[in-house]
């Protein structure tokens, strides 16, 4: 449903050329839920820029439900949901206007997207907040307006950035259901994160990034089986920091 | 994607939605003009009633006893007070009024101090004739100002009248002269409003823009939906589109609700007839006409705001960008309160100033076509160009992304070399550069002007030569040195191969005589904004340039400009630029800022010198791109000044040549037919010449 092939981009920082990610490659199918991770710049969220469409890649490219970003990328912005941490409302308008608003420019019909919206609020929860200022909302409120907004489209294939980041436990297990319930209507999902515990309840598979690059690829037994470790903190701490590694490996 | 007229609508819709429900835009469209224009007008009433002329009944004239009073009124009744019917007409036809008062309690000038009075007035009465009568008028009063000026004026009309029937009467031929007077020019209209309304447009328009368009852009940024936004599926600039269509609405509202206000206080007030003149009446044309120019100033201003706060990623930011726009906007607005500026020239296309001389034309009833027709044209073509602009930063990344770098950082050298400037430090340069060359010229040109005038001309071209160092020279020096680049390639001082030299050579063999025509074509054109009395100076300083020897004019006038310009602009900003822009982009910039710079001399805009300046700047950087170096621009710049320089020393010993330029100035045929085959052949060897690759390999980094 999603291919990622060889995706690559540079930036220019203060005269100086950083690879922010490196030849990255992957696949995620439908009802799969595929855990992009890593530390902070590791490149997680500039491949889904890159996804998306809002950054163009120097080299490699993307193909979503079968369409090329580079070749058509309205047809397959169209195939995206995508959800931030950092996502914000209109807090002038209500609910139903906003999601209404971004299913329109999804190029939904107004009849559809009233009925999927009916069937998304309630999935969610969201039905008497409908009518409701979004400015009035409160955080888990606006969370789970966001999360319907994602999938108001009804895309193939759903982005995820951080989406647990300033949560409480209450608004991570929204997150958690959320995510079955993807899985569960066959999407296919890419959940970026660095909270690697919440990753390995959450995901089918995963891909360790760092600076840029793929480190580890597959599911959890088989980067256990590659990396010799068995949680993915301990992978990623070998990662960061590669000399107390080999000064642990004897003991 | 389906991008249909109903779908834009739908999306303008949500924009407009969002902001008229956000209570700050409630603020700027319903509480500004119900407050702000009853208010106003009471402020104008007063001081229309306290300045403009005398009060319902007169100016009121206080004396201190019922005799002074007795005598002041009959002389200012006594009919030949009233001056000369001509001189009457002149000063609007009508003979004012005076009512003299006698004060009851305190002296007359205390009840002009309490502004009880107009004016007072003192009577000395002798032998039952006024000997001398002194008027007090209260310093700085309009109203009694003009009191006094008339009452002395009509005194002395008595005064003459009286004169000269005793004169007649003695001396039977005496006669004296007559004094009448007329007018000339076109009589400004004594409609207020004509001039008032354009600068209500103006401020109403941005008042009502302002916002929106900071929150519909940069506040997308703020609130966190930029993304979400930018990851539909819809083109940046239909996003845009929608958002502009929402702006030009509530601008457009904001400007009929002050309108609407501003014309309901006049007309309850009865100002419209103080302002607008007797008789005046708006009609259905005028508020047709007055709600098409709003819609072209909310266009226009809807689509400037846009384009910078959509390079806004804060509010805050969006408002420090903004704030001196609104203060630049008002100049032109004032303008249009200034008599004598018309809707022609120059005029006719300068940006919001072209629409506020066009409403003020409209308003007066004095509409020229052709230079209405430029500036609705020229405002549509602005407006199109801010809005691409806007919609090409509307969501850009780069523009989404924080820099970390501050304030202080561009004055902290880096530890680690660089190669090249990046275009934010060339900005930085050139915003340096337009002051300090502002500030270095002018001071100059007064201190020369403060000496004698026989301050050494040798000394003076190498005080101009001194100037040009320490600015174009000095500041991209600094910023090269401050950034820690590598001085070859910031410069492009590598070196390149003999045919880009000799191409040079022979451009500029024929590059000169076209600059020169440019010039001359300027002026018979009247695009030369020099006056007389700078042509007398300029004309001056060429004769001087005639006494001095060759060598020093070369070295001032085409080697320092030479050498310093082109490291400037085919240097230092050239490969700034080039980070970022394609060579052609880059080869225009750099021109359009070398013939900017160009046009500012002194405190006169040189505005003739733009085109051809430019256009040596497309040739420069043409010839740079090509042959990847600075030096054979700087051999062609200098034969290029230099051989301006020295046909304006020695036209005269030319005359074997054929060429009169004293008298035609232009160029004969032949000298222009040798000249446009030296640019030819010039073009060709460059063209031929393979041009050297330009490659920054790492280990020169």
Redesign the interface.
């Not at chain 2, 993304?227 to 083109?235: D, T």
């Given at each position: 449903m999603l291919q990622i092939h060889a995706l690559t981009k540079r930036f220019v920082a203060e005269n100086e050329v950083v690879c922010a990610v490196d030849g990255l490659s992957f696949s995620v199918g439908p009802g799969e839920v595929f855990g992009l991770l890593g530390p902070n710049g590791a490149g997680k969220t500039t491949t889904l820029r890159m996804v998306l469409g809002l950054v163009s890649p120097d080299e490699g490219y993307t193909e979503v439900a079968g369409i090329r970003t580079s070749i058509n990328p309205f047809a397959a912005k169209a195939k995206l949901g995508f959800v931030s941490a950092s996502d914000g409302v209109y807090p002038w308008l209500s609910v139903r206007e906003m999601l209404l608003y971004f299913a329109d420019l999804y190029g939904v019909q107004p009849d559809a997207a009233a009925e999927r919206l009916t069937i998304l609020a309630e999935v969610m929860d969201i039905e008497r907040l409908l009518d409701r200022r979004a400015g009035t909302l409160s955080t888990g409120q606006r969370q789970r307006v966001t999360l319907v907004r994602g999938l108001i489209h009804d895309p193939p294939v759903m982005l995820l950035d951080e989406p647990t980041r300033g949560l409480d436990v209450v608004g991570v297990q929204t997150i958690f259901r959320y995510i079955a319930h993807l899985r569960e209507v066959g999407k296919a999902v890419v959940v970026c994160t660095h909270r690697l515990d919440e990753a390995e309840r959450l995901c089918d598979r995963f891909g360790l990034l760092h600076r840029g690059r793929m480190r580890y690829h597959g599911t959890l037994n088989e980067i256990r089986t590659e990396s010799g470790r068995q949680h993915l903190v301990e992978i990623f701490d070998d990662l960061m920091n590669p000399v107390s590694h080999v000064v642990e490996t004897p003991t | 994607?389906?991008l249909s007229w109903s779908?834009l609508a739908?999306?303008s819709r949500?924009e407009l939605?969002?902001?008229l429900?956000?209570r700050r835009t409630i603020i700027t469209l319903v509480m500004m003009p119900l407050l702000v224009y009853p208010l106003l007008s009471m402020a104008l009433n007063r001081f229309l009633l306290s300045s403009a002329g005398p009060g319902t009944s007169g100016f009121v004239v206080g004396v201190e006893t019922v005799d002074e009073s007795n005598w002041l009124q009959s002389l200012i009744n006594d009919p030949r007070s009233k001056p000369p019917e001509a001189i009457l007409q002149a000063s609007g036809g009508d003979l004012a009024e005076f009512k003299v008062v006698v004060v009851q309690d305190g002296t007359p000038e205390q009840a002009l101090l309490a502004n009880r009075l107009d004016i007072a007035a003192e009577l000395l009465i002798a032998e039952g004739e006024p000997q001398t009568i002194n008027v007090t008028a209260f310093s700085g009063d309009q109203a009694s100002q003009s009191a006094r000026r008339i009452l002395i004026e009509r005194l002395h009309w008595l005064k003459l009248q009286d004169t000269t029937n005793i004169l007649q009467r003695v001396v039977p031929e005496f006669s004296s002269f007559q004094v009448t007077t007329s007018e000339i020019g076109e009589r400004p209209s004594g409609n207020v409003l004509a001039s008032i309304i354009p600068l209500v447009l103006v401020l109403m328009t941005i008042t009502g823009a302002v916002y929106p368009a900071i929150d519909l852009t940069a506040g997308e940024r703020e609130?966190?939906?930029m993304?979400?936004?930018?990851?539909?599926?819809?083109?940046r600039w239909w996003l845009l589109l929608a958002k502009y269509i929402a702006v030009v609405c509530v601008a457009l509202l904001t400007a009929v609700a002050n309108l609407g206000a501003m014309f309901a206080t006049l007309s309850l007030t009865g100002l419209t007839q103080m302002l607008a003149g007797e008789g005046a009446e708006l009609g259905v044309k005028e508020i047709v006409l007055i709600f098409l120019l709003l819609v072209l100033f909310s266009a226009f201003f809807a689509a400037v705001l846009l384009s910078l706060t959509s390079f806004a990623r804060s509010f805050k930011e969006a408002q420090a960008y903004l704030i001196p726009v609104m203060l630049l906007s008002l100049a032109p607005a004032m303008l249009s309160l200034m008599p004598g500026i018309g809707l022609n020239g120059p005029l006719a296309v300068a940006p919001l100033l072209n629409i506020v001389l066009l409403a003020r034309e409209i308003l007066a009833n004095n509409v020229h076509p052709l230079g209405a027709t430029l500036a609705v044209a020229s405002t549509i073509l602005y407006a199109t160009a801010a809005l691409a602009v806007a919609a090409k930063l509307f969501g850009n990344?780069a523009v989404?992304r924080t820099s970390e770098?501050s304030i202080g950082s561009l004055f902290r050298r880096?530890e680690?070399a660089?190669?090249?400037p990046?275009v934010g430090e060339a900005g930085m340069v050139i915003a340096l550069l337009l002051p300090a060359s502002f500030v270095v010229s002018n001071g100059l040109m007064r201190w020369l002007a403060s000496q004698s005038s026989d301050v050494n001309v040798t000394f003076q071209l190498a005080l101009n030569a001194v100037a040009l160092v320490a600015t174009f020279g000095l500041i991209p020096f600094a910023a090269t040195y401050l950034g820690r680049h590598r001085m070859t390639l910031t410069y492009r001082m590598q070196s390149t191969r003999v045919g880009f030299y000799l191409g040079a050579a022979i451009i500029a063999l024929g590059a000169w005589a076209f600059a020169h025509e440019a010039l001359v074509l300027a002026d018979e054109f009247g695009l030369a904004l020099l006056n007389e009395e700078q042509m007398e100076r300029t004309r001056g300083v060429l004769d001087k340039w005639k006494t001095i020897s060759p060598f020093v004019l070369l070295a001032t006038m085409a080697v320092a400009p030479a050498v310093i310009e082109e490291l400037c602009f085919r240097g230092y900003l050239f490969s700034a630029f080039s980070?970022v822009l394609s060579p052609w982009q880059t080869i225009m910039a750099t021109a359009v800022l070398f013939g900017l710079f160009h046009v500012f001399v002194g405190s006169t805009l040189l505005v003739e010198r733009f085109l051809p300046t430019t256009l040596l700047g497309i040739a420069l950087g043409w010839l740079a791109y090509r042959s990847g170096s600075v030096w054979p621009g700087i051999l062609m710049h200098f034969l290029h000044n230099g051989l301006l320089e020295l046909v304006a020393r020695y036209h005269e010993h030319l005359a074997f040549l054929g060429a009169e330029l004293e008298d035609s100035r232009h160029l004969p045929p032949l000298w222009l037919a040798i000249a446009g085959a030296c640019v030819l052949v010039g073009v060709g060897i460059v063209v031929w010449t393979r041009p050297r690759v330009e490659t920054v390999s790492a280990e020169s980094v």
């Open positions: - | 994607m389906n779908r739908r999306l949500k939605r969002e902001t429900r956000d609130r966190g939906t993304e979400a936004l930018m990851a539909s599926p819809v083109p990344d989404n770098r880096p680690v660089t190669t090249r990046s980070n």
